[in-house]
């Protein structure tokens, strides 16, 4: 019976799983209170929110597709189409979505379980789980119309999915690569700069399976080329030309290497005006205003030109800007739209994002000796498999800007680091999964004291 432990064959790794179960489930309450009573996101809907339930309603209402529909990625405002398109445009969908989005939040932790039970102990994934579960900037961005959440609850059953199925073999390891490519697909379309976390995720498996991995990543490369040939299809229909996964990237690119604090942009002949400002430079009073007749926000031939031209200006001494883009992702300013809120959610936001900002780097290196002392004993470490996935966000501030409204959504590996520290600290992490098993031509994995 539940009542008598002792009856049962209990193991360390179940009192940790119950620990990650019991904070997943204490963690969607709190949101579903939080998303739905007290800051219901159909109250906050304005600037880039604003434009997701404009193009959302007009897709469920099967209005003409809008030349700027191909500037922003169209994942997030589809995804927000689905519940308008069973209840309605109006506020019953809206509510709909309210609820979606609290899902979607509520499996954030949940997936950052799954993912960290395959790679790392049973312990740092509990602890993973419980941190991502009442992480506030994962509790109060489901509360928001953002493609933050949706992105990273996808992305992370993406990375599940593929560690899984590279454990796999035959139909059930190409079932579960083609699950995987389609919703990592999915989140890309939401924010691209996923891509290269799948990247990465190709590289690992091929580097640690070899031969084993080919029949996942096969599947994976399908539901992804998929997923995004269909993104890539919509957005060239929308511009009358073939075209990416959005035409935002070269304004963004523009906008992080030449100091840029807002833009205004008119079309003279047609008499249609967009208005652009970074959320960074507007809190710390940095960056020119810039006004442009002529070329619009898409043109993105322009904008890399002078931001590439910013570089070629600059000389060594844009090495400058790099790092500050890499300093703005941390403690330097309040994410947005938090940073809007008077309710207190704004004080809560501020306090994590500087005290995660603190602990990165410790994490980071401590996760360096741990990866270093693992190989050294010749077992594979997950933290290795975190730190490179954490590292993407690095890349991501270097190509285009640091913010920490980006940097959020790539928390989770640096909670994962953090919990896996813990673990190693205080003796937790035995017994220790191998999810990332050796290949056929290796040496023999040991078995794996966790379930998957």
């Known amino acids: 019976m539940w009542w008598a432990p002792r009856a049962l064959p209990w193991r360390v790794s179940d009192s940790w799983d119950l620990l990650a179960v019991a904070s997943i489930l204490a963690g969607t309450i709190i949101r579903f209170i939080w998303g739905l009573l007290i800051h219901p996101p159909v109250d906050f809907i304005y600037s880039d929110i604003a434009g997701y339930v404009e193009r959302a309603e007009r897709l469920v209402n099967g209005g003409v597709l809008w030349r700027v529909d191909a500037f922003w990625p169209p994942g997030t405002h589809v995804l927000l189409a689905a519940p308008m398109k069973l209840f309605g445009p109006g506020s019953t969908g809206l509510w709909a979505g309210a609820v979606l989005w609290c899902v979607l939040s509520s499996l954030v932790p949940l997936f950052a379980w799954r993912l960290t039970r395959l790679l790392l102990s049973p312990a740092a994934a509990a602890l993973t789980a419980a941190f991502c579960a009442f992480w506030p900037l994962y509790i109060t961005y489901g509360a928001f119309f953002t493609s933050e ?12 999915a593929s560690y ?21 697909g999915a989140a890309i379309a939401c924010r ?21 991995a080919l029949v996942a990543l096969a599947g994976i490369a399908v539901g992804t080329a998929v997923t995004l040939g269909g993104v890539v299809a919509h957005n060239s229909v929308v511009a009358g030309k073939p075209t990416g996964l959005s035409e935002n990237s070269g304004l963004n690119f523009w906008m992080g290497h030449c100091q840029v604090h807002d833009v205004q942009v008119f079309d003279t002949s047609k008499e249609v005006s967009f208005n652009f400002g970074n959320p960074v430079p507007a809190q710390l009073g ?3 205003t810039y006004y442009f007749e002529g070329p619009m926000i898409w043109d993105q031939s322009f904008f890399y030109g002078m931001g590439l031209e910013c570089i070629r200006r600059d000389g060594l001494g844009h090495a400058r800007i790099l790092a500050q883009s890499v300093l703005d992702m941390t403690a330097t300013t309040v994410p947005w739209p938090q940073v809007n809120d ?16 603190y602990l990165i780097p410790i994490a980071v290196i401590g996760s360096l000796l741990i990866v270093r002392r693992k190989r050294a004993a010749g077992r594979w470490p997950g933290e290795l498999v975190m730190l490179v996935h954490l590292l993407c966000v690095v890349l991501v501030a270097l190509v285009f800007f640091g913010d920490p409204r980006i940097r959020s959504s790539y928390d989770v590996f ?14 937790l992490s035995i017994p220790e999964p191998d999810g990332l098993r050796a290949s056929d031509d290796q040496a023999p994995a040991r078995p794996l004291a966790g379930r998957s």
């Open 414 to 427: 640096g909670l994962a680091l953090i919990a896996g520290l813990i673990a190693e600290r205080f003796g």
């Open 342 to 357: 008077e309710s207190g959610e704004r004080s809560v936001v501020e306090a994590s994002n500087l005290v995660y900002s």
């Open 192 to 212: 691209p700069q996923w891509i290269l976390n799948l990247v990465v995720l190709a590289v690992l498996l091929a580097w640690r399976f070899r031969r084993q």
């Open 164 to 184: 899984r199925a590279a454990r796999e073999s035959g139909r059930l390891a190409c079932s579960l690569g083609l699950l995987a490519g389609v919703l990592g």
């Open 149 to 160: 959440t949706p992105s990273l609850a996808l992305m992370l059953a993406a990375l599940w």
């Open 286 to 288: 940095r960056g020119g």
